[in-house]
């Protein structure tokens, strides 16, 4: 859609000020902070236009106007100005995620909490999936006489572990042995080769050893299973309550749909840019057909790992949001991506 400057101008001066004040835009505000000068009257005409193509909407018919989903999607993808991150929040993200920077899931949570506190909205994050990751090692702690614990870590920064149980007393030495022989077998390969079929086909490849081993194989297919699905992080639900914007209604809608954690991850999985606005109706969620997702991808060590996002009403300083989530997601990509690289 070709708009002339002078529509331009007055339509980023509408969603300006809408954004700052909450409140349906009148002709006169918009002369005042126009850079060029324009009578009331031409403005009024100018607003009917914009009305016309979809762009602004008139909640009364006295009232000013306020921009439609369309008039966002336009402002964001042609007219907004990014507000850079200040010293101070980098600061203030920087201490939230420090403390937990050598934990995966415990990393994402302060992410989820800091996006929240930032942003006054909902935030989610997710773990680092390890869906197109290789396995890095598989280590084992023995936890008592009969039971041990495999460790399966990826190079999306993943480590997960489980307890298995052995019908015979564990020694250090058949730990070794355990180390010695998966992980001559496993590094290397794509954590999602490790099937059910992979590791029957593995056992058969052990000969007699397939028995002693039977319990620590079992074990490494179901982290390797569980290191492929990315856990969800919620925080600052409770935030969205504030928002005159969205109805009681409106609120129950998102925390149900906040609830349903493979839908949400679906939908922020399938965001594959960098960092992507969704506004109303474009998530094709009915439950969030009133308000805005803005998604950031992470990357670990390269590869895409996992993602952020704050979701809340269309009304938002997406200038300031964008700028706030890409310093965040990229934090975190290089702290997950230092963890690998030490492991």
Excluded: W
Excluded at 40 to 68: C, K, M
């Amino acid at each position: 859609m070709q708009l002339s400057t002078r529509k331009q101008k007055i339509l980023k001066a509408v969603i300006d000020l809408y954004v700052a004040a909450g409140e349906p835009v009148g002709s006169k505000a918009i002369c005042d902070t126009l850079d060029f000068s324009v009578s009331s009257a031409t403005v009024r005409n100018e607003l009917s236009e914009l009305s016309e193509l979809g762009l602004l909407e008139q909640p009364h018919t006295s009232a000013g106007r306020v921009p439609s989903q369309k008039g966002y999607r336009l402002y964001i993808d042609t007219l907004m100005k990014r507000t850079p991150i200040s010293g101070e929040e980098q600061r203030y993200i920087d201490s939230m995620l420090l403390p937990s920077a050598y934990d995966p899931e415990r990393l994402m949570d302060g992410v989820a909490r800091a996006l929240a506190g930032m942003t006054r909205f909902a935030a989610v994050s997710t773990t680092p999936s390890s869906s197109t990751a290789d396995i890095r090692a598989v280590q084992f702690v023995q936890t008592s006489r009969r039971t041990a614990m495999v460790i399966l870590m990826t190079s999306a920064g993943t480590m997960k572990s489980r307890v298995f149980h052995c019908d015979y007393d564990i020694t250090p030495e058949i730990l070794r042995v355990f180390f010695r022989v998966l992980n001559e077998k496993l590094v290397g390969l794509p954590v999602s080769a490790v099937t059910p079929a992979f590791i029957q086909s593995l056992a058969a490849s052990l000969g007699e050893m397939s028995m002693l081993m039977s319990s620590a194989l079992m074990a490494v297919l179901d982290v390797a299973q569980s290191s492929m699905q990315a856990e969800i992080c919620l925080d600052g639900e409770m935030n969205l309550l504030y928002y005159r914007e969205l109805s009681q209604s409106d609120v129950c809608r998102i925390m149900n749909f906040l609830s349903r954690p493979q839908e949400l991850s679906r939908l922020l999985m399938q965001q594959m840019n960098s960092i992507r606005v969704l506004i109303g109706r474009e998530t094709n969620q009915p439950e969030l057909s009133e308000s805005s997702v803005v998604v950031s991808r992470y990357s670990v060590g390269g590869k895409d790992a996992g993602a952020i996002a704050i979701i809340g009403p269309t009304r938002m300083n997406y200038g300031k949001i964008i700028s706030n989530i890409e310093y965040l997601s990229g934090s975190v990509g290089r702290m997950l991506t230092e963890l690998m690289d030490t492991e």
